[in-house]
């Protein structure tokens, strides 16, 4: 099983930045994509970014310009800087992983996700 932990939430006033982490543990063979999710009050769970190994990314069209995801393979870590803060941002954040471990094939994972709200 692989275990996800997020990281970096908080309150911010409209304009200002957060960097979120995502460190994934265990018998890790291989992670695939990474990503990041959000979900606010009342509102469905949405793409927010995605990273491939070979660091290819992906945003969702409200962040793009003002988010940037990247990862540390070595760290088996994803962070999502987010920059020009909105109130709209506010949501819980989820990390999400594809990987393989020696007891498994290869699966879905997710975090248990981080507070992030953006409020004057």
């Known amino acids: 099983q692989v275990q996800l932990v997020e990281s970096g939430g908080g309150l911010v006033q409209p304009g200002g930045s957060l960097r979120l982490s995502c460190a994934a543990s265990?018998?890790?063979?291989?992670?695939?994509?990474m990503g990041w999710y959000r979900q606010a009050p009342g509102k469905q769970r949405e793409l927010v970014a995605t990273i491939t190994s070979g660091g290819n990314t992906r945003y969702a069209d409200s962040v793009k310009g003002r988010f940037t995801i990247s990862r540390d393979n070595a760290k088996n870590t994803v962070y999502l800087q987010m920059n020009s803060l909105k109130p709209e941002d506010t949501a819980v954040y989820y990390c999400?992983?594809?990987?393989?471990?020696?007891?498994?094939?290869?699966?879905?994972?997710w975090g248990q996700g981080t507070q992030v709200t953006v409020s004057s």
């Open positions: 265990g018998s890790i063979l291989s992670i695939a994509v």
């Open positions: 999400n992983t594809d990987a393989k471990t020696y007891g498994s094939s290869w699966s879905n994972y």
